[in-house]
Nanobody, 123 residues
Framework: QVQLVESGGGSVQAGGSLRLSCIVS????????VAWFRQVSGTEREGVAA???????TYKDSVKGRFAISQDNAKNTLYLQMNSLKPEDTAMYYC?????????????????WGQGTQVTVSS
């Protein structure tokens, strides 16, 4: 059974940084594309950053230059480094894996999801 567990969320002031982690188990990590999404209650889940099997990264325009997706295959762990955080980055953040579609930042593309970790950025 594939499981994803996020951690690292919290409350920070605008301009601050956080690093999210996502430990993946139950699958051969590194063989599948992975991604980070976020969702504000009452809105659609949106793709933030994706890392394809070939190493290609894709970012939502509003986070380019501020967020960085990376992984440590030896630890089965996906990361999202978030710098220069803004209040509009406030959301529940989810990691996802096993891509079944083409759009790396579409929530419809991934099969397995974590339970989320909350990020709150105050002004």
């Amino acid at each position: 059974q594939v499981q994803l567990v996020e951690s690292g969320g919290g409350s920070v002031q605008a301009g601050g940084s956080l690093r999210l982690s996502c430990i993946v188990s139950g699958t051969t990590y590194g063989r599948y594309s992975v991604a980070w999404f976020r969702q504000v209650s009452g809105t659609e889940r949106e793709g933030v950053a994706a890392l394809d099997r070939d190493g290609t990264t894709t970012y939502k325009d509003s986070v380019k230059g501020r967020f960085a997706i990376s992984q440590d295959n030896a630890k089965n762990t996906l990361y999202l480094q978030m710098n220069s955080l803004k209040p509009e980055d406030t959301a529940m953040y989810y990691c996802a894996t096993h891509k079944k579609g083409l759009d790396p930042l579409s929530a419809l593309t991934y099969i397995y999801w974590g339970q989320g970790t909350q990020v709150t950025v105050s002004s």
